[in-house]
């Protein structure tokens, strides 16, 4: 079955939250996606001028998080507090001025740009495709003093394999700023691929989505546009990386039992999991090969390929999961 061709045009997609609650989305298999992007530019200016105490409140009022909504609250305080977004609770000069050279890199116009164009592409590559009706992005600022962050991830990422919904998190870099759309570009390929898979969720799928999703922007935006995350992973460090990645397909039923496969040990060793001897991004490295093996093998674009299944990408690559 070709994508869109055996199922109503328009359906619903129920997403359950982090907060625990669902979110109803609207698919479509029309030529359009709207593209809400947020510029919390003013407003993170704003928040940075308020005694400390009353920042979380505001940053909550920000996202649209009531403070009754305990789940949202804490994933806030998460991200704020323990991960990689700014410290709501530190009163740290270098914010305003990192949020600045965010808006004189023109960061949310290039996340509006690349990600209308990189519609554009997919659309006419795969007419047709399951996607969100709206993709609500949001940038925020990073936490500078994370070496992890800073200093393996470059300073940006995004998580964008829920529909509807794009996150993503920079700490401006003479590297990353002026690749942030092509961050929201790689996110926009999750957001795609997502809705027009059957099956499970488990590490195989989530390589193949790693690898699409930068051979994707590879496509779109240019080949110096991604990549930097796993640049080490080479040579025999790569080699050994792929044995030990291919042989955990199948392996593993959470998030946490995939992540150092996926991430690397250093993020491994954050989320409570046990390193398993896997490079910064090592999996990123692994599905970008497969998925390349792939489209060579078959001729094909990643955009052509974005809602191929994991198993067709695995054969046509010469991958047997388990197997090295």
């Keep these: 079955m070709s994508p869109g061709s055996q199922l109503p045009t328009r359906y619903t997609w129920n997403l359950a939250k982090a907060s625990g609650f669902c979110k109803t989305m609207a698919l479509s298999t029309d030529d359009q996606i709207e593209f809400a992007v947020h510029d919390d530019a003013a407003a993170l200016k704003r928040l940075f001028t308020l005694p400390v105490s009353a920042r979380l409140d505001a940053l909550a ?3 649209g998080v009531s403070s009754f ?24 000069p270098r914010y305003p001025a990192a949020v600045d050279r965010l808006g004189k890199a023109d960061a949310w116009g290039q996340i509006k740009r690349e990600l209308a164009r990189a519609w554009d592409y997919q659309n006419a590559a795969l007419p047709g495709i399951h996607h969100p009706d709206r993709i609500e992005v949001t940038l925020t600022l990073g936490n500078p003093d994370d070496p992890i962050f800073l200093d393996r991830t470059h300073g940006y990422y995004g998580m964008g394999a829920t529909p509807g919904t794009i996150w993503m998190v ?19 390929a999750h ?49 050994e990386t792929w044995d030990k990645v291919v042989a955990a397909f199948g392996t593993g039923t959470t998030f946490r039992d995939w992540s150092p496969y996926v991430l690397g040990d250093d993020v491994a060793r954050r989320v409570g999991s046990e390193p398993v001897g896997i490079p910064h991004m090592g999996g990123y490295a692994v ?32 991958v047997t999961p388990g197997k090295t």
């Design 61 to 63: 009022a920000m996202r």
């Design 69 to 92: 909504d305990t789940a949202g609250m804490e994933m806030l305080r998460q991200i704020h507090e323990r991960g990689d977004g700014f410290r709501v609770e530190v009163d740290d």
């Design 170 to 188: 920079a700490w401006p870099t003479d590297y990353n700023e002026t690749r942030i759309g092509a961050c929201a570009v790689h996110e926009l």
């Design 191 to 239: 957001n795609i691929r997502t809705p027009n898979v059957d099956g499970p969720f488990n590490l195989a799928e989530w390589v193949v989505h790693e690898g699409l999703a930068e051979v994707f922007t590879v496509e779109v935006c240019g080949p110096d546009s991604t990549g930097a995350w796993y640049q080490d992973v080479t040579g025999k460090v790569f080699d």
């Design 287 to 318: 599905g970008r090969r497969i998925v390349e093996r792939y489209l060579d093998a078959k001729g094909l674009k990643a955009a052509q390929a974005i809602a191929r299944p994991v198993n067709e990408i695995f054969e046509g690559a010469g």
